[in-house]
């Protein structure tokens, strides 16, 4: 199929071919262009370059696989993604159109940075399409550390030939979605091992979760370092238990004792409510002790965890010292042999952005890759300018070590040495280069 874009004054769109449900003023093309239905990327009938084509609208929206690169997939991502497309499956429904005709693949699905929901193509021409490599391709851009990630990515993947299957387990991720945390602490990714100690009916104790020594130290010195789990993987606490039985014991003693008070009682009823009230006051009393002894142990505990963790850091930072040390002496000898100061690779590559307007900010190019837009959330760098999109630009380091720009569907565009961009277009960019986001001209040196 013949992919294009194409950009007017206000937006920007995906061009592909006309189809025939289109030339014979079909049902579906006439749902689709007198309709505005939700979870659809807006399309109509445009000439472009003196032949009809059919224009997807994709301004200020950003395509899966470019938009989840740098921001890699968590479980809401993969919820949210869920709960779109069973939301649009009922919404063609209504209007009698086919899901079939969805190109379910990351390059035709979009993010919509506006609205926080992924939108989809719908193509009259295209048929049979299932949604395997869509939730193939978001397994491999999941974070590497989020096992809850991965496992739902690949559950959908796993029943997405089957679409029966696929839309209860779609409906069934749609559900739990609202009891998620939007941000969930990262977990490592299972592997083979996992899944096989998980079907022999293993522990789930399989996994530890990957934290620094700074930041078990910080966890540690707050008080919130980690407790005993059991097999339901929630934290074993008995010091509560023990308190809420001690009252309880305290409270019966106390009944016990009041009780022949208030109520007439036989002289073995008295008996009775005094051994009673005894034997509340040693339970209770022991149960004290319990809670005295368990809180010195944890005290004492996280004492030695503490030590032990400032050690451990300690080692580390004299180790980075001992490896910072050894690669200034590298430099410094080979400056002796050489007799020239060594910059390394960065020296022959595009270190930054650099604009004359005051009001620009400088763009540091050497940690790679950078996004650049209006909008903290998404962008890696924000620029204050209303000229610039939300997401304008991606830059990115090439295998061999050359410096790419990927132009982000912007309004305003981007350009290079005079030159705009096609809307997802990628270009080299060099020393000496310049270019512009919108109102905002930079060069690269």
Same mark, same amino acid.
């Given at each position: 199929?013949?992919?294009?874009?194409?950009?007017?004054?206000?937006?920007?769109?995906?061009?592909?071919? +006309?189809?025939?449900?289109?030339?014979?003023?079909?049902?579906?093309?006439?749902?689709?262009?007198?309709?505005?239905?939700?979870? $659809?990327?807006?399309c109509c009938l445009r000439a472009v370059n003196g032949e009809k084509k059919l224009c997807y609208d994709i301004t200020a929206r950003q395509k899966f696989s470019v938009f989840h690169a740098d921001r890699k997939l968590g479980v809401s991502?993969?919820?949210? @993604?869920?709960?779109?497309?069973?939301?649009?499956?009922?919404?063609?429904?209504?209007?009698? $159109?086919?899901?079939?005709?969805? #190109?379910?693949?990351? +390059?035709?699905?979009?993010?919509?940075?506006?609205?926080?929901h992924y939108l989809f193509l719908y193509y009259p021409d295209a048929g049979g399409r299932d949604m395997r490599d869509l939730f193939t391709s978001a397994a491999d851009l999941v974070r590497e550390d989020d096992r809850d990630a991965a496992a739902l990515a690949y559950r959908l993947a796993a029943c997405a030939e089957d679409p029966d299957l696929l839309l209860h387990r779609l409906e069934t991720e749609t559900t %739990?979605?609202?009891?998620?945390?939007?941000?969930?602490?990262? !977990?490592?990714?299972?592997?083979?091992?996992?899944?096989?100690?998980e079907e022999s009916g293993a522990g789930e104790g399989f996994y530890e979760e990957p934290v620094s020594v700074r930041q078990k130290q910080d966890l540690y010195e707050e008080g919130r370092g980690p407790k005993r789990q059991d097999r339901t993987g929630r934290s074993r606490d008995p010091v509560p238990g023990l308190s809420v039985a001690a009252a309880l014991l305290l409270l019966g003693c106390v009944a016990s004792a009041a009780y022949p008070m208030f109520f007439r009682v036989t002289e073995r009823g008295l @008996?009775?409510?005094?051994?009673?009230a005894v034997f509340c006051l040693v339970l209770s009393a022991a149960a004290g002790?319990?809670?005295?002894?368990?809180?010195?142990?944890?005290?004492?505990?996280?004492?030695?965890?503490?030590?032990? %963790?400032l050690r451990l850091f300690r080692e580390e930072m004299r180790r980075e010292q001992i490896r910072a040390e050894r690669m200034q002496a590298e430099e410094k000898a080979r400056e002796e042999e050489t007799g020239t100061v060594f910059l390394g690779f960065e020296g022959t590559r595009a270190s930054g952005l650099y604009s004359e307007d005051p009001r620009m900010p400088n763009i540091d190019l050497r940690r790679l890759p950078l996004t650049l837009g209006r909008n903290e959330q998404f962008a890696d760098r924000a620029i204050e300018d209303p000229s610039?999109?939300?997401?304008?630009?991606?830059?990115?380091? +090439?295998?061999e070590g050359g410096l790419m720009m990927r132009d982000l569907n912007s309004t305003n565009g981007t350009w290079i040495n005079?030159?705009? @961009?096609?809307?997802?277009?990628?270009?080299?960019?060099?020393?000496?280069?310049?270019?512009?986001?919108?109102?905002? #001209?930079? !060069?690269?040196?």
């Open positions: 199929m013949e992919i294009g874009h194409y950009r007017d004054a206000l937006h920007t769109y995906l061009v592909l071919p +006309e189809p025939e449900e289109v030339q014979t003023g079909g049902y579906q093309y006439r749902m689709l262009a007198a309709n505005k239905i939700q979870g $659809l990327l807006p991502d993969l919820q949210r @993604l869920a709960a779109d497309i069973t939301a649009l499956r009922r919404e063609l429904s209504l209007y009698l $159109l086919d899901p079939e005709h969805l #190109i379910m693949t990351q +390059e035709f699905v979009y993010y919509d940075l506006t609205e926080g %739990d979605q609202g009891g998620q945390d939007e941000e969930t602490d990262p !977990e490592p990714v299972p592997t083979d091992d996992y899944f096989r100690q @008996l009775l409510c005094r051994c009673l002790i319990l809670i005295l002894l368990r809180s010195h142990r944890r005290k004492k505990a996280q004492t030695s965890d503490k030590g032990e %963790d610039i999109s939300r997401l304008h630009v991606r830059f990115t380091r +090439e295998a005079g030159r705009l @961009l096609e809307p997802e277009e990628s270009v080299p960019v060099h020393k000496g280069d310049e270019v512009r986001f919108g109102e905002a #001209i930079y !060069e690269c040196r």
